[in-house]
């Protein structure tokens, strides 16, 4: 069972759309972080939201505890943004991180 | 943001014999993690590491891995022997302390075994 579903599998914009991606656990968790990762290369924190709503930058994420659900709004879309956003959940203290599959995102001029 | 440095970045190395990958996490983080990631694959779990010990371990982490990290040095993933299915990207990662759960992850070392 995929305990973190991510949604879509994959997403193409046009540079300067908006894009809103999904993520839900099948179980309660208290640690929700947002990846990116560029085909071979290493995983860059964007965003580290157990609850509420935070942003960095053009990217918004709100993650509602209780509906077991976390989503990632990326404004304005650059060339540059295009890669794989990975969502994350911890199962229980001193578990390390569970990864969904991943959002391919491809931005075009 | 932090960096976790990782090294070496790519090894290639024969079926049966040891490697140590090599990690050096952000400097005052006390949580220490290592993933592997098959190509093309989900990244998963291998085991976390806290105070000098195993925290906790996925089925993943099999018999012939091991970790450590001895004072002030890297913190190391060891496989004796190497298998096949081993070919994988190790990533390193780290955190602060147990109520700020960020983890800050390396570059990865690309092991093939031949």
């Known amino acids: 069972e995929q305990q973190v579903q991510q949604s879509p599998a994959s997403l193409v914009l046009q540079e300067a759309e908006n894009a809103e991606l999904q993520c839900s656990f099948s179980?309660?968790?208290?640690?929700v972080q947002w990846f990116y990762q560029r085909p071979g290369g290493r995983l860059v924190s964007l965003l580290y939201n157990p609850s509420g709503t935070k942003q960095s930058g053009r990217l918004t994420s709100t993650t509602v505890i209780k509906e077991r659900r976390s989503s990632l709004h990326i404004s304005s879309s650059q060339i540059t943004d295009s890669g794989t956003y990975l969502c994350a959940m911890e199962r229980n203290y001193a578990q390390g991180l569970t990864f969904g599959l991943g959002t391919r995102v491809s931005v075009f001029p | 943001g932090p960096k976790v440095l990782q090294i070496p970045s790519h090894q290639i190395i024969d079926m049966g014999q040891m490697v140590t990958l090599n990690c050096d996490p952000v400097?005052?983080?006390?949580?220490f993690y290592w993933y592997k990631q098959i190509l093309g694959q989900q990244m998963e779990f291998l085991v976390n590491f806290y105070n000098g010990k195993v925290m906790e371990k996925s089925k993943l982490f099999k018999d012939q891995f091991s970790v450590e990290r001895p004072d002030g040095s890297y913190f190391t993933l060891k496989i004796q022997p190497t298998a096949l299915e081993d070919s994988a990207v190790y990533f390193c990662?780290?955190?602060?302390?147990?109520?700020?759960?960020?983890?800050?992850f390396g570059k990865g070392t690309r092991l093939t075994v031949v």
């Open positions: 400097s005052n983080h006390l949580y």
């Open positions: 990662a780290s955190s602060l302390n147990s109520w700020d759960k960020e983890v800050f």
């Open positions: 179980i309660f968790t208290n640690q």
